[in-house]
């Protein structure tokens, strides 16, 4: 069964780092997203992005962050300057629209210290 | 703002027991609403509903809608120790965008 592959699985980033989250959605799929998920809190929806670009995103996406799809199979988070606040699980996710819902990947944890 | 809620937090019960998982939204431009369960990880889909009234079944676990009331329930007939999980309500938007409640969690005992 197609998956959607993140990597690395954890992450530990000393505060005002950069760090690049990697993840390969399903070859067919168009829509592709960013979530996070804070320990013990709710999975928060971060970024979509369709046809080369951002289509939606959300507060907490600010200028920290950005998305890209840099080779046509990659999707990548990247976070200027980490802080504190921002160690969360990050969840890729793709979709053919509407049709079977989303496939997630596996998470990037990723703790700034 | 898109509003996910789920109820309970959280129940434990028995295996064999039946659980009933609720999940009310309040959602602009509502285009679906998907179940996922989560483990130790990434949400894993169940079911996506679309249209009211309509029963979505796999194997011990079933899903309806009601666009009318705004909710859905997720049951669970003959729960399982491998049904212990966290059991997340999400609704789609027009834009594609996901909203997620909370979440159960679910703790079967043998």
């Known amino acids: 069964e197609p998956e959607v592959t993140q990597t690395p699985s954890h992450q530990v980033t000393q505060m005002g780092q950069e760090v690049i989250l990697r993840c390969v959605p399903i070859?067919?799929?168009?829509?592709f997203y960013w979530y996070r998920q804070i320990l013990g809190q709710k999975v928060e929806f971060l970024v979509s992005f369709y046809n080369n670009e951002i289509s939606e995103k959300s507060e907490i996406f600010d200028d920290q962050f950005s998305v890209e799809r840099p080779d046509g199979s990659n999707f990548t988070l990247k976070i200027r300057s980490t802080k504190l606040e921002d160690s969360a699980m990050y969840f890729c996710a793709s979709s053919v629209v509407g049709l079977y819902g989303y496939t997630f990947g596996s998470g990037t944890r990723l703790t700034v210290v | 703002e898109d509003k996910v809620v789920q109820s309970p937090l959280s129940l434990v019960v028995h295996e064999g027991d039946t659980v009933t998982l609720n999940c009310s939204y309040e959602?602009?431009?509502?285009?679906?609403l998907l179940w996922y369960k989560q483990e130790k990880k990434a949400p894993t889909f169940l079911f996506m509903l679309?249209?009211?009234?309509i029963e979505k079944k796999s194997g011990r676990l079933s899903s309806i809608l009601d666009k009318k009331e705004l909710f859905s329930i997720l049951n669970i007939t003959a729960t399982q120790t491998g049904d212990s999980a966290i059991y997340l309500c999400?609704?789609?938007?027009?834009?594609?965008?996901?909203?997620f409640g909370a979440g159960t969690t679910v703790t079967v005992r043998a």
């Open positions: 959602v602009t431009n509502f285009r679906s």
């Open positions: 999400a609704v789609e938007a027009y834009d594609y965008k996901l909203s």
């Open positions: 679309t249209s009211s009234g």
């Open positions: 070859s067919n799929h168009l829509y």
